[in-house]
């Protein structure tokens, strides 16, 4: 069965850092590319950042860029978000995604269930 599973959310205060975990089972995510998402309440699912199959391209939203680096440990099958200097706005469910194409829109096949973040005083 195809499945991704992200870990590592919680809460933290702003200025604070956190590093996302995206593990696949059932597959492997090495002619993938990965996607990071993000959904705040009440708002559109947006494009966090993504990485290609290889690793040598990367993509970051306006808004996270400098703060955020993505990279990939494809011998073990996981996709790693490291987020710095978090702020209130970037709080959100956080979603991985394996697909073929790179890019932040959610054209991607497969989806996790998401991880909770929140930054907050």
């Known amino acids: 069965q195809v499945q991704l599973a992200e870990s590592g959310g919680g809460l933290v205060q702003p200025g604070g850092s956190l590093r996302l975990s995206c593990a696949a089972s059932?597959?492997?995510?090495?002619?993938?590319?990965i996607g990071w998402f993000r959904q705040a309440p009440g708002k559109e699912r947006e494009g966090v950042s993504c990485?290609?199959?290889?690793?040598?391209?990367?993509v970051y939203a306006d808004s996270v860029k400098g703060r955020f680096t993505i990279s990939r440990d494809n011998a073990n099958n996981t996709v790693y978000l490291q987020m710095n200097s978090l702020k209130p706005e970037d709080t959100g469910v956080y979603y991985c995604?394996?697909?073929?194409?790179?890019?932040?829109?959610?054209?991607?096949?497969?989806w996790g269930p998401g991880t909770q973040v929140t930054v907050s005083s």
């Open positions: 059932g597959f492997s995510l090495d002619y993938y590319a």
């Open positions: 990485i290609s199959s290889d690793g040598g391209s990367t």
């Open positions: 995604a394996a697909g073929d194409v790179l890019g932040l829109l959610p054209e991607y096949d497969y």
